[in-house]
């Protein structure tokens, strides 16, 4: 079983609709991501925080917008979404701090269908 | 961006046997770290070895690392069904913390 959860695991919606994704860890860890994956390709990396600071944004577009309200919680808001962002949501978390990036713990996803 | 390049892209080996799998990738790195997925699931941590490391094993998993030539594989011994899963390696970008890049991915199936 994964320790960071992600809800919903399944969301539907239209273009103009307003929605948010969300990823929970209690882990102690500082560091979490954001991944979109989609069918048979690799994750791509979209965001990190790092100490609940953006540290990291991958020139996602802006009607992506990530918010970490505290260390153990990190959301994905999402606004007038295309067709083609319809892929599998993943978060993931680290023990954050120094150079290198550790092991990376991810959530199940959260799969998103854009109509 | 994506950095990593796998091969093979599909590989398909009956139980028992061994595989492999390569990976090689652009820039200077921290570490290299592997990880499976099975089917529509998250991805699963395997084994980390860092930019010092040439060898690191753990079960019956072993990675290498060649830093040389930028490139590291995964060899799987004795497979079972159960390791049936995509496996990708992902790249700890060097002086960019927390930047890690993954691999194109190389699809398993073992049969029994």
């Known amino acids: 079983d994964t320790e960071v959860t992600q809800t919903p695991k399944h969301l539907v919606m239209g273009m103009t609709n307003k929605k948010s994704l969300k990823c929970e860890q209690h882990m102690g860890h500082r560091a979490m991501y954001w991944y979109k994956q989609k069918a048979k390709k690799p994750p791509e990396l979209m965001f990190v925080?790092?100490?609940?600071?953006?540290?990291i944004n991958e020139s996602v577009p802006s009607r992506f917008s990530p918010e970490c309200p505290n260390s153990s919680l990190l959301n994905l808001h999402l606004h007038a979404l295309q067709p083609e962002d319809s892929a599998l949501y993943l978060c993931?978390?680290?023990?954050?701090?120094?150079?290198?990036?550790?092991?990376?713990?991810f959530g199940e996803g959260s799969r998103l269908t854009v109509l | 961006s994506q950095q990593g390049e796998e091969d093979p892209q599909a590989l398909s080996i009956q139980e028992g046997e061994n595989a492999t799998m390569n990976c090689s990738y652009k820039t200077s790195i921290n570490n290299l770290q592997w990880y499976r997925q099975n089917s529509g699931r998250g991805l699963v941590h395997l084994i980390l070895?860092?930019?010092?490391?040439r060898e690191k094993h753990s079960g019956r998993l072993r990675v290498t690392l060649d830093t040389s030539k930028k490139s590291s594989s995964l060899l799987i011994t004795a497979s079972r069904a159960a390791d049936t899963a995509s496996y990708f390696c992902?790249?700890?970008?060097?002086?960019?913390?927390?930047?890690?890049?993954f691999g194109q991915g190389t699809e398993l199936s073992v049969k029994p």
């Open positions: 993931a978390s680290s023990q954050g701090g120094g150079r290198a990036t550790g092991e990376l713990f």
């Open positions: 992902a790249t700890d970008v060097y002086n960019q913390g927390g930047k890690l890049i």
């Open positions: 925080y790092s100490y609940e600071k953006l540290s």
């Open positions: 070895i860092r930019s010092n490391e």
